[in-house]
């Protein structure tokens, strides 16, 4: 008789309860968690230049956050991602990280890993790797210094370098994210890729998304990434790859490199049939899709009670109204997206 046999119903080996699955019997493995929606850059797509923060009051503590993270690990979620705003900004962050490593050593737990634009990663790269993050996903859209400075609104390309050497010196895998911008940075895409591959990191292009009320209009900055695609066939051979990294990107081989290229596409080619993520902001609303308002409260719950019954109960009611798919359009007609809402609170 085979270990498996030995299970209880609706347990795994490690004893967690039952997985969350939506309505479509998709099953949730993945959780994008942001930590503050403070950010030490203002880049163009994701913020307005004068941004109003949040109070401290409204944010989930440290301690909230690892215990909401908790709850989802032991329902399955097998792969985590902290988010921001930029998450290393966060008082006590690296508190948080360890904490959560204590997953990763169980085995129920993956995946522990970070979205970050890399300001503050010579500063803590090696404790991350230390804490378990084997790759991480910096945002770089631009090689050139005073682009660089016009996207962020005042960041310095140097110090993000700097930080993506740390990372890749303490032994951390790197993923660069380059948001494809008409007009902006569509010149570049090819040196970006000849870097990223140079440096043996995989590189994905992300299409705009239409989200918050930010000054430019989301379709003078949006580029359709099947016509990127079309433009890099002209110079390089691109061979379709099966690869899930258990995000919406979809990969192709660049034979001419040998590095790998990914495409998300929200707008052009929807990715919501396999999708297995949900998101939490960093004052514990849980959104159970990027292109939807839909959401449940989790602060309420979490904070009504020292136990974790509330919380699983409004999760797995959260779950079970999860869309089949986003609903984002971008015409010019309309300028501003489906879902009011920043990026920096939702989450990257």
Known sequence: MKTSDLTPIGFNVHGQSPPLVDPF????????????????????????????????????????????????????????????????????????????????????????????????????????????????????????????????????????????????????????????????????????????????????????????EIEPMRIDQFLSLGDVRGRLEQRFTLTDLPDNTGGPARYVRVEETGGRLGFITPLTHNFCESCNRVRVTCTGTLYMCLGQEDAVDLRAPLRASEGNELLERAVETAIARKPKGHDFIIERRRSQGVASRHMSTTGG
Not at 57 to 78: H, I, K, M, P, W
């Open 25 to 212: 019997g998709r099953a949730v493995s993945y959780l994008r968690v942001s930590v503050t929606d403070r950010c030490d850059l203002r880049c163009v797509y994701c913020m307005a230049e004068e941004m109003t923060f949040l109070p401290k009051r409204d944010l989930l503590t440290l301690e909230e956050l690892d215990r909401l993270c908790s709850a989802f690990v032991e329902r399955g979620v097998s792969k985590l991602r902290i988010t921001g705003g930029e998450p290393l900004v966060r008082r006590g962050i690296m508190g948080l990280f360890r904490s959560l490593s204590r997953h990763l050593d169980s085995g129920l737990l993956r995946e522990l890993t970070l979205t970050t634009n890399g300001t503050q990663l010579e500063k803590y790269a090696a404790e991350l790797a230390d804490c378990g993050v084997r790759r991480i996903n910096v945002s770089l859209d631009t090689l050139d210094p005073d682009r660089f400075r016009a996207i962020t609104r005042w960041g310095d390309l140097d110090r993000v370098l700097a930080g993506i050497d740390a990372a890749d010196d303490a032994g951390i895998r790197v993923k660069i994210n380059a948001v494809a911008l008409k007009g902006v940075n569509e010149d570049e895409i090819e040196t970006l890729l000849r870097f990223a591959h140079w440096r043996g990191f995989d590189l994905t292009l992300i299409e705009v998304m239409p989200l918050g």
